[in-house]
């Protein structure tokens, strides 16, 4: 493995959303590292819904920056990595799922209640319900490449500035994907972004109930 540049607390107390790339390449072995570690996220009944296109291509990442509100970080960084939910990722995978999770130990009782629960639990699913589902289980995954990017040494930047149906027609995408974000990663060009600092946790954070302050001894 790469040796980690930084410590993952380090990586948190140095994170900026990075404003400019110098466009370098990474090289291949890290880029494995960092969407691995996308892969290893939790998912709900492990069904693992995301679906990561890697654009690396000048061309293609300039395609990508037109259908991006024409954000140049999206042509600068080393890679993009957009990172999209399959709605009916479930449907197609579930079996899968299931024997894989057997091959590892997964007991009959545990199968046999996902087979019937994960059904059951998402066709009902609106559109908009399942995009949010899906929101939420691609974001733990994008987020888990972004921090061993930057704990590799890498600078990132989260983009939630795209059309849907542009970087759709751009990739070409099934029908059944929902674009999440973007991830650009590379390395910083030229000054970083200020630190725009955060809300004290005493409006963001409470304890036992809402309203009520969190004590830490
Ligand atoms: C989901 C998400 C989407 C974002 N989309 C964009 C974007 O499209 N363009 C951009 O310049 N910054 C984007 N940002 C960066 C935020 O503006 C930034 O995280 C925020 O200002 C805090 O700054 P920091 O990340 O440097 O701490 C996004 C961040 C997140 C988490």
């Not at 990172?83 to 009916?88: E, I, L, S």
């Not at 995978?93 to 545990?110: C, I, K, Q, T, V």
């Not at 974001?139 to 149906?165: K, N």
Request: proline letters at 4%.
């Amino acid at each position: 493995m790469a040796s980690a540049q930084k410590s993952l607390a380090q990586a948190i107390r140095d994170r900026r959303s990075t404003p400019s790339f110098d466009g370098e390449p990474i090289p291949a072995s890290d880029l494995k590292l960092i969407l691995d570690a996308g892969l290893k996220a939790p998912s709900g009944y492990n069904m693992q819904p995301w679906r990561f296109i890697v654009v690396q291509h000048p061309e293609q990442r300039r395609r990508l920056r037109a259908a991006s509100y024409n954000q140049a970080k999206v042509e600068e960084a080393s890679v993009v990595i957009v990172a999209c939910g399959d709605c009916d990722g479930w449907r197609k995978d579930l079996e899968e799922m299931l024997r894989l999770g057997r091959a590892a130990g997964m007991p009959e009782s545990y199968a046999a209640q996902a087979a019937a629960n994960v059904p059951e639990y998402l066709s009902g699913f609106s559109d908009a319900e399942m995009h949010g589902w899906l929101n939420k289980q691609v974001t733990i995954a994008t987020t888990s490449m972004m921090w061993m990017a930057e704990v590799l040494g890498y600078d990132t930047a989260m983009l939630e500035g795209f059309e849907q149906q542009g970087v759709c027609e751009t990739l070409r995408l099934p029908m059944s994907y929902w674009v999440v974000s973007l991830l650009a990663i590379g390395h910083l060009k030229g000054a970083d972004k200020f630190d725009g600092g955060r809300f004290d946790s005493s409006h963001t954070v409470f304890g036992e109930e809402y309203g009520k302050q969190l004590k830490l001894k």
